[in-house]
């Protein structure tokens, strides 16, 4: 596959010049109603800040005059203007008609957000390849059927029925289910996550993993990738873009139907074979996929991935005013690999000859600067383990205590973070007391985890990226 060319190609997802909405509607309880209110608001809830999509938008629909003020007509061929883009929202047996008059338009891209396809049975299957050959013929290329849609915040695109844009971020994820992405943009916008693009494309008929790889490596707003997957069409196909994507912006992968019941839920969910789960992990291995868990764990490594540099190495400092936490996180990082290793003599003598440690740190890795630590601190043994060679990145524990001040302590992070590029990943533990110090070490790329644990695996996904990347970059 040409990345290059695929990617153009699909520009007219992202761009479109004018989008038609074939099944608009004015109840605002239908699909095609939250997608025309989705295109020119944004979504069905507003928030500060959200715009709709400036380009023309064409509700298609017989029976209104008009939906949300937007003129309607009554078929596709029926707009003056152009139109790149169709978002279809009809029934299922109606989607080859509407196709033939798409191609009939010169429509280049259509989003089919309906379902009852290869999902529901031999009658869907007929359908859905009744309609994917018009495509094909007519030159249209398909993301879905049975998907939410595509939003893509940096153009203020919610074409979707997805209820709201998400903010906009570094991270572009690609989900086989769409009902996930609408709770998962839901959590985005509680912690703040940002998406460079958010894509739901269901049933695969057309456009695949692979495609979207290959449009997200070219993507300028897209620095990390996620996907949610079930299965997919063409896996030599997905093992060759990812050899090509992979050594230039990281991708992470949460595979669906790991265990038998779970493969068969997947067969009636999107209509997918699931496959043998350790052969996509082998697959993922030689592509340079990184494998998550859990959403938590893929939105956690996208979050650290999309905005800090890869480890040249596993050495790890941990600087912590809480001792526990230190052990944990010691525990957490050795059982992935990593290693924490002890000072050097001179740089404990270095610290200790500053005045500002308390005569019971521990004088060895974790740095445990003890629990009435001040910003002053933590600047100088961060100055030490940033500056050394013996370390690959720190990791910065902050626990609550009377004297702790989290905006300080967060500043210093960041002054450090800018002064030395290595890798900073920090657990400001706590909650409401911590948020102000957790906004500036997140607005400036730090990525914050309240779980230690959680912080260690983003760093272990750091190296492992980071040996992926020098390995494929010698070859």
């Not at 990345?3 to 520009?11: A, F, R, V, W």
């Amino acid at each position: 596959m040409n990345i290059h060319k695929i990617s153009e190609e699909l520009n007219t997802f992202f761009y479109p010049r004018g989008i038609a909405v074939i099944g608009a509607s004015s109840n605002p309880k239908k699909v095609g109603y939250g997608v025309v209110k989705g295109l020119k608001e944004g979504g069905m809830y507003s928030r500060p800040g959200l715009k709709g999509f400036s380009g023309n938008i064409y509700p298609v629909n017989p029976s209104h005059p008009q939906i949300l003020g937007l003129k309607c007509y009554p078929s596709v061929k029926d707009i003056p203007g152009i139109v790149d883009l169709a978002v279809i929202c009809v029934p299922a047996k109606v989607v080859p008609v509407v196709m033939k008059e798409c191609v009939e338009k010169g429509v280049k891209s259509v989003i089919i957000i309906s379902a009852g396809f290869s999902e529901a049975g031999e009658e869907g299957k007929r359908l859905q390849e009744e309609f994917l050959k018009i495509a094909r013929e007519g030159g249209i290329r398909i993301i879905g059927p049975n998907c939410l849609g595509i939003l893509y915040p940096p153009n203020n695109l919610n074409a979707s029925f997805g209820l709201t844009l998400p903010y906009s971020g570094k991270v572009a994820f690609i989900s086989q289910s769409g009902a996930l992405v609408d709770s998962v943009i839901d959590w985005a916008l509680k912690e703040k996550y940002g998406f460079s693009a958010v894509i739901s494309y269901g049933n695969k008929a057309d456009l695949d993993v692979p495609h979207f790889l290959a449009w997200a490596c070219e993507d300028e707003y897209t620095h990390a990738i996620c996907i949610y997957l079930e299965g997919v069409n063409d896996g030599r196909l997905l093992l060759e873009v990812s050899k090509e994507v992979t050594p230039k912006k990281p991708v992470i992968a949460l595979k669906a139907g790991k265990s038998s019941a779970g493969s068969r839920a997947v067969s009636s969910h999107t209509g997918s074979l699931s496959g043998s789960y350790n052969v996509y992990l082998g697959a993922f291995r030689q592509a340079g996929i990184i494998p998550a868990n859990s959403l938590t764990h893929m939105f956690n490594l996208g979050k650290a991935l999309s905005s800090l540099p890869p480890l040249k190495g596993n050495r790890i400092a941990i600087v912590t005013n809480g001792g526990g936490c230190g052990v944990l996180c010691t525990d957490a990082l050795e059982e992935m690999g990593m290693e924490v290793p002890a000072p050097q003599e001179e740089m404990i003598k270095r610290l200790d000859a500053t005045g500002l440690m308390h005569p019971a740190w521990s004088r060895n890795n974790p740095f445990d600067i003890v629990g009435d630590a001040t910003p002053e601190r933590y600047r100088v043994a961060l100055e030490e383990v940033m500056k050394s060679p013996l370390f690959d990145g720190v990791i910065v524990i902050q626990t609550l205590q009377t004297m702790t001040d989290t905006v300080k302590d967060a500043e210093i992070v960041v002054e450090m973070f800018k002064k030395y590029k290595k890798p900073i990943v920090t657990s400001f533990m706590g909650g409401e007391l911590t948020q102000e110090g957790v906004k500036i070490l997140e607005e400036n790329g730090i990525p914050n985890f309240n779980d230690v644990y959680d912080a260690a695996t983003v760093m272990h996904a750091l190296y492992i990226y980071g040996k992926w990347r020098e390995k494929e970059n010698e070859g």
